[in-house]
């Protein structure tokens, strides 16, 4: 059964939002510590008194959806599934404060509420009425990609149905804090366009929403066809990311032909970024490849935002230059292989081609 890709919806870092395309400039973040969303016009999307009690993620991930929905023309998914790693850090961050202020006593509880991981996919719900499956994974940086393969099942025993698939995460400066005193991040403020020429360890974290309706059945308007995807966990060497990526192109359900471009997580830490540079060496040296965390920054769900540029680039059949890892001129692009790896742990490959 194919999987098309019919509508998206990107909140994210660059302005994606109301382009509904790859932006035509990109925005440069000289002294960046993490790169944060460039948040959308909520009063478009959303009822004015209730955005006043949502917070930052909720009220992107609703416009996120809307917007996917529009752009797929339906009106009701079949079901709404989403991906997150740490949910809604900013009302988690409100209800420990509350706790610490006021002794424990007299807590407003709808922090607590709407600190829970499923509140998006709820508030969702709720905005556009859907009674329909509604699920929510909490798998770190498998999140998306178990949102999106239970979406895949779905597809399967309920041919014909359209449904909402999203990943998403936030950063505050509680979290940046954090999450900075592990290592994971970049130590001094870097310009991310130049992000792969730090040669310190760490990444620039950053966030995003991204929203996709699927289908089964392809109004001509797709924008690209999901062939297969896959995950790895803890692999023991890069020797056996690049066997379990063998075997993943040699599936039945992907392509014969091997990928047009590789779509890469690299994300500015040379360790990192080593096993990209190996698996590139090893299995694909004539492929081109292209990146996309200088844009978004480094998250769990990040893999949703590659999965969007994937899709823009098979439908308008163009590489923009600020992901090319070398200049390349382009040819006829009918596969993407995405791959991506939070810290060496979770392994994410997905095959995208043309309808």
């Keep these: 059964m194919k999987i098309y890709i019919k509508g998206t919806g990107i909140v994210s870092p660059q302005e994606t939002f109301l382009a509904g395309d790859f932006p035509d400039e990109v925005i440069e973040y000289r002294e960046a510590r ?15 008194m209730t955005v006043r009690r949502m917070s930052r993620i909720v009220r992107m991930g609703v416009c996120a959806a809307k917007k996917c929905m ?3 023309r339906i009106s009701m998914p079949d079901a709404i599934i989403t991906g997150t790693g740490l949910g809604c850090i900013e009302d988690t961050e409100k209800f420990l404060s509350s706790m610490i202020r006021n002794e424990e006593r007299l807590l407003n509880p709808t922090p607590f509420i709407q600190s829970t991981h499923n509140t998006i996919s709820s508030a969702i719900a709720l905005a556009i009425k859907c009674h329909n499956y509604n699920s929510t994974y909490v798998h770190r940086g498998f999140s998306f990609d178990n ?11 309920n041919p014909g149905s359209n449904i909402l698939v999203g990943g998403l995460d936030e950063i505050t400066d509680h979290s940046y804090m954090i999450t900075s005193r592990m290592g994971l991040w970049k130590r001094q403020s870097v310009n991310n366009l130049s992000l792969l020429e730090y040669d310190d360890r760490g990444s620039l974290p950053g966030e995003g929403v991204a929203f996709f309706t699927l289908g089964t059945v392809n109004n001509n308007n797709a924008y690209a066809r999901i062939r297969a995807t896959d995950i790895q966990y803890k692999p023991e060497n890069p020797e056996s990311v690049c066997l ?40 694909f040296k004539d492929r081109h490849i292209v990146y ?40 006829e692009i009918k596969n993407i292989l995405i791959y ?7 392994h994410s490959f997905l095959l995208i081609t043309r309808c």
């Design 340 to 346: 991506n790896h939070v810290r060496g742990i979770n």
């Design 147 to 157: 949102a999106l393969q239970d979406g895949i099942l779905f597809l399967h025993e």
């Design 244 to 283: 379990k990526l063998s075997r993943f192109l040699a599936d039945p359900g992907a392509d014969e032909t091997g990928p047009d471009l590789l779509l890469l997580g690299l994300n500015g830490d040379p360790h990192s970024d080593s096993i990209y540079y190996h698996l590139h060496n090893k299995l």
């Design 70 to 72: 529009q752009d797929a």
């Design 34 to 48: 993490y790169l944060k969303c460039i948040e959308p016009p909520y009063r478009e999307f959303i009822d004015p």
């Design 292 to 331: 996309y965390k200088h844009l978004c920054g480094e998250y769990d769900t990040s893999v949703s935002f590659a999965l969007w540029l994937a899709a823009m680039i098979i439908k308008r059949q163009k590489v923009p230059d600020v992901i090319k890892l070398k200049p390349f001129e382009t040819g």
